[in-house]
């Protein structure tokens, strides 16, 4: 037999007497309950920022932190626009102050009642749960290296 053909044997050998030996099946994992709350803890965010095992509770805590981190920048385009509807009222109503043509104030009159009506409906409510996962994501997130 040649000297390679040798080593495979052996090594062929060696895997199969590995996959017979007799050793005890891994106990399954513990089973992962979520918190009523929703609420992610620092060491969960930790270690899904880490990466994967693909367990379920990390799949639930993958889940939550996309979910606060939708919220984080739903929340922050919400204050955009507010602002920005904000400065629009401002820039009309000035201009309104300085019109005199009374079909041209008529036209700002329905722009302005358009603006305040767009800024009176407030965006949907995030909930605590939600806003708290945001804050520790968007923490934990910085201080990564």
Request: aromatic share 2%; net charge positive; glycine share 4%.
């Amino acid at each position: 037999m040649k000297p390679a053909r040798a080593l495979r044997a052996l090594i062929v050998a060696g895997l199969l007497l590995a996959a017979c030996r007799n050793e005890p099946a891994p106990a399954p994992p513990a089973e992962f309950k979520a918190p009523a709350d929703g609420r992610l803890t620092e060491k969960q965010v930790r270690a899904h920022l880490a990466g994967p095992p693909k367990s379920a509770e990390y799949q639930w805590v993958a889940a939550r932190v996309r979910e606060a981190r939708t919220a984080g920048l739903t929340q922050g385009m919400d204050r955009k626009i507010a602002d920005s509807r904000r400065r629009i009222l401002i820039s009309l109503e000035e201009k309104r102050r300085t019109l005199r043509d009374p079909a041209k104030q008529a036209a700002l009159d329905r722009q302005i009642a358009e603006v305040r009506r767009l800024l009176q409906g407030a965006p949907p409510e995030v909930p605590a749960a939600v806003r708290e996962n945001a804050e520790l994501v968007a923490r934990l997130e910085r201080e990564r290296p």
